[in-house]
């Protein structure tokens, strides 16, 4: 029996699940939190217990030293060559990554260098991936790309009608994002529909702090929200998604703080979406809340949001001509059940019927009617399990 570690590396965290494998029995997780500030957090839960820590964890490095050894400490491993895969979660893959990767010295180096398309998130990524192969380097490294599930998009959908330079010089395009997120769902889906991946037309839509809604066909990404960086598409908690790019130059010429296109982009990414309208928060819960107590601004907040996610449906209804079913994944899609009838409200005409009552059934997994042509489900999101399967398929 065989150890696999998920991984999955942000600027400031890191997050990881320790699978046995082949079972796909999780025998540990955790996190590391507020990496380089001071009082970083660092949890572990193993054994139906969880150990919190605070004390200061200056890089990643050691971050994944002091994982090894709470590995040991805790009597969570006996020795460290039990782990024989780690997979890294890398956001940016570009057009080079359609796949899983086996992780090698050039593959490094092509992760780093697509930063340019993920400058917050592969530079981090990749010093995750150096951290653990410097510390387990007999364990077999794998990179598994957010984009990679969307590589299978035409290039009708993928190209922006920009002059055909910005594309062959550029690779201006639209990439995508939470591709791990849609195929799993969208293959979960498919068993619940009893039918074969193959003849399956899918919607899912991935709601958490980020956001984005794909359109698989055949089990293949077809179109997806996001676009050249993840502030396309839809309305998220602190990103604007998709509007008039004409509001950029506008804003510099009007508002002396945003100096920079980097401003504007900043203020879009950081500022806007639910935090931007409601001026209360970025969660859905305190919008929740604020809607509850009347506040205007969070009524205007949530039903922005939930316009652009039906906008986004009815874009996918139409491109595939149908779907057996809608999915709802991540933080908000599988806890929000008023985001979920907000945004299924008046669909009848498409053949999509909410069963209320089983929308607000915490943890059902069919939330439409019997008579419902198009089935909408809620299926938790497990994008570790996914990484843990594809390093295991890779292993030496
Ligand atoms: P990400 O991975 O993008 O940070 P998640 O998928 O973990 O996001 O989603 C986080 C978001 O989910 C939070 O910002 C919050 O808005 C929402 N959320 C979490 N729990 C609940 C809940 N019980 N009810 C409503 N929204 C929730």
């Known amino acids: 029996m065989s150890k696999t570690l998920s991984v999955n590396a942000g600027s ?129 490294a794998v990179a598994v790309f957010d984009t990679a599930f969307h590589t299978t998009m035409p290039e009708k959908a993928f190209r922006y009608p920009l002059p055909n330079k910005y594309y062959d010089e550029f690779q201006v395009r639209k990439y995508g994002a939470h591709g791990t997120s849609h195929m799993y769902v969208s293959q979960e889906a498919a068993k619940l529909l009893g039918k074969p991946l193959e003849a399956t037309k899918i919607i899912t839509c991935h709601i958490g702090n980020g956001a984005s809604i794909t359109a698989v066909a055949g089990g293949k990404s077809i179109d997806t929200s996001m676009g050249f960086t993840p502030l396309g598409g839809i309305m998220m908690g602190t990103r604007s998604g998709e509007l008039d790019p004409s509001v950029f130059p506008y804003l510099m010429a009007n508002d002396p703080t945003l100096k920079t296109a980097q401003d504007v982009v900043d203020m879009m990414n950081q500022k806007s979406g639910l935090t931007g ?85 915490p943890g059902a997994i069919e939330i439409s009617t019997q008579n419902s042509r198009v089935k909408v489900f809620v299926i938790p999101t497990d994008e570790e399990l996914v990484i843990a399967r594809d390093v295991e398929a890779l292993k030496k």
């Open 12 to 140: 400031s965290s890191l997050k990881w699940q320790l699978y046995e494998m082949p079972e796909e029995k999780v025998i540990a997780k955790g996190m590391f939190e507020r990496i380089g500030l001071k009082d970083s957090i660092v949890t572990v839960k193993f054994d139906g217990k969880k150990e919190e820590q605070i004390f200061d964890v200056p890089n990643h490095v050691e971050a994944v030293e002091r994982l090894l050894e709470d590995f040991k400490r805790l009597h969570i491993l006996s020795d460290l060559t039990e782990i024989t895969g780690v997979g890294h979660r890398v956001v940016a893959g570009g057009e080079l990554f359609k796949t899983s990767t086996l992780i090698t010295p050039e593959v490094l180096e092509e992760i780093k260098a697509l930063s340019n398309l993920a400058p917050l998130h592969n530079p981090a990524n990749a010093q995750g991936i150096e951290a653990f192969m410097k510390l387990l380097p007999d364990a077999t």
């Open 277 to 361: 309208i409601s001026e209360i928060s970025s969660d859905m819960r305190d919008i929740r809340d604020g809607r509850a107590n009347g506040n205007k601004k969070a009524i205007l907040a949530f039903e922005m949001y939930c316009d652009r996610i039906k906008k986004y449906i009815g874009q996918y209804l139409a491109v595939m001509n149908g779907a057996d079913a809608i999915v709802f994944t991540a933080g908000i899609g599988e806890n929000a059940e008023y985001m979920r009838a907000g945004v299924l409200e008046g669909l009848s005409w498409f053949g999509i019927e909410l069963d209320q009552e089983k929308n607000n059934t």
